[in-house]
């Protein structure tokens, strides 16, 4: 079945600094969203990218879909205390998305 | 903007009692996802439907079963509850089943 990694698991840095998520999937998606879910909240929707090679910007927030259309990543420029909460990746197919384990980022002020 | 709604928010049951959670999705949405969040872990995809007909499934155990009605709202249906069903359940909702997904804010199962 289609598995859809993320990595890393868990992230700490410093107010300012940058932060990088990864996800992998084994087989080609059709697109790929990405979700921020704060502690006790619900999966908040971030993004969509669909296109091979397409790179989406959010202010600080930068999204990248690979060539091949089986990774992405999510690049957070200085980050804020704000940013904390876990950040996930979901590609899928038509009707059925999988959801990367997710990164969960610590920021310190 | 109306968003997801999801009930009931909190429920609390005993092994082998059986549950039913509800979902509304966004008005005009015709598609519903459901998952399953277990503590510090990711959303698993259980089921979804698309115009009142299951479109897919994920995940979903056998004791477990899920229907979309007229009005486009679903239902979750769990029997014979396990301590391991213990979770957050989230629904979502599309248009046309390729859109983005809005989540409701779930419901917590507790079962003892």
């Known amino acids: 079945g289609q598995q859809v990694m993320q990595i890393p698991q868990y992230q700490h840095v410093q107010e300012g600094e940058d932060f990088t998520t990864y996800c992998n999937s084994s087989t080609t998606l059709s697109n790929i969203q990405w979700y921020k879910q704060r502690p006790g909240g619900h999966p908040v929707f971030l993004i969509q990218?669909?296109?091979?090679?397409e790179v989406k910007k959010q202010k600080r927030l930068t999204f990248q879909f690979g060539e091949a259309k089986k990774n992405s990543s999510l690049h957070i420029t200085a980050t804020q205390t704000t940013d904390v909460g876990t950040y996930f990746c979901?590609?899928?197919?038509?009707?059925?998305?999988?959801f990367g384990s997710g990164t969960k980022l610590n920021v310190k002020p | 903007a109306a968003g997801v709604i999801q009930s009931p928010r909190h429920l609390i049951k005993e092994k082998r009692e059986t549950a039913t959670l509800k979902c509304y999705p966004i008005?005009?949405?015709?598609?519903v996802y459901w998952y399953q969040q277990g503590p510090g872990q990711d959303p698993q995809f259980l089921i979804s439907?698309?115009?009142?007909?299951?479109?897919d499934k994920g995940s979903i155990p056998d004791r477990f079963s899920a229907q979309q009605f007229s009005d486009y709202h679903s239902e979750l249906n769990m029997s014979s509850l396990e301590l391991g069903d213990s979770a957050l359940y989230f629904c979502?909702?599309?248009?046309?089943?390729?859109?983005?997904?809005?989540f409701g804010p779930g419901t917590r199962l507790l079962v003892l």
């Open positions: 979502a909702s599309s248009w046309g089943g390729r859109e983005t997904q809005y």
């Open positions: 439907f698309y115009e009142k007909m299951q479109s």
């Open positions: 979901a590609g899928g197919n038509f009707n059925k998305f999988y």
């Open positions: 008005p005009r949405h015709d598609t």
């Open positions: 990218l669909v296109k091979s090679g």
